[in-house]
């Protein structure tokens, strides 16, 4: 079953905070990050693996939260090259099967 | 250089006319997988592969084949395309990390059509 992304979709200025949330109706065994330009593949960002535990570089990190099955994507300071689109992945149990959400579009204007 | 290759990068077919997208990856990585990408559904995992000969379902495997007789290669088979799989195609290949994949390096994708 998919995560559930939200926002949708969301425009910034250039320097401004935002939040990207994925949930899932699961348990989590991890939560994979990555940001996809148009018209090219997806580039990983990053993998959460322990509950509460915040990974980043950079001006964006995440957080994953077990107990509410969700992780958010934090980017600070939002500058141009971070729009795109993010997708996270999730793994429910260690089967090695990752199942994407379907995308937060995130523009940032200057 | 490290990457994962994928061929046609485009292709235009008929219905039912068997057709097969290769995936190759150079980094020794243990795990591979096959997503289609249609808009607004995001990437949509088809099947995966922890190792040589050891293959698993997605969530969306109807239609099409795979299999890993080699390390490097997990080639994406449709046996009789329709339409509806017309879609973006993105093979992924990643290390292995603790007890799921890792980073995951994708290919620059295959876009199919189905006439």
């Known amino acids: 079953q998919q995560p559930v992304q939200s926002p949708q979709a969301v425009i910034l200025r250039e320097g401004e905070d935002a939040v990207i949330n994925c949930s899932s109706s699961k348990a989590l065994y991890s939560v994979h990050w990555y940001r996809q330009k148009h018209g090219e593949a997806p580039i990983f960002l990053m993998i959460?693996?322990?509950?509460?535990e915040q990974k980043g570089h950079d001006k964006i990190s995440a957080s994953f939260n077990e107990k509410k099955q969700q992780s958010s994507l934090y980017l600070t300071a939002s500058q141009l090259s971070y729009s795109g689109t993010y997708f996270c992945?999730?793994?429910?149990?260690?089967?090695?099967?990752?199942?994407f959400g379907k995308g937060t579009l995130l523009t940032v204007n200057p | 250089e490290a990457q994962v290759t994928q061929n046609p990068r485009y292709l235009i077919t008929v219905t039912g006319k068997k057709l097969t997208v290769t995936c190759s990856q150079n980094?020794?990585?243990?795990?591979m997988s096959w997503y289609r990408q249609d808009p607004g559904l995001g990437l949509r995992q088809i099947y995966y592969?922890?190792?040589?000969?050891?293959?698993d379902k997605g969530d969306v495997p109807e239609g099409y084949k795979v299999s890993r007789k080699e390390k490097r290669n997990f080639p994406l088979i449709l046996e009789s395309p329709s339409p509806n799989q017309t879609s973006l195609y993105f093979c992924?290949?990643?290390?292995?990390?603790?007890?799921?994949?890792?980073?995951?390096?994708f290919g620059e994708g295959s876009r199919l059509t189905v006439l």
């Open positions: 592969s922890m190792n040589v000969e050891v293959t």
């Open positions: 992924a290949s990643s290390p292995i990390l603790g007890q799921g994949p890792g980073e995951l390096f």
């Open positions: 992945g999730t793994e429910t149990s260690s089967n090695y099967k990752l199942t």
């Open positions: 959460l693996l322990k509950g509460g």
């Open positions: 980094m020794n990585h243990e795990y």
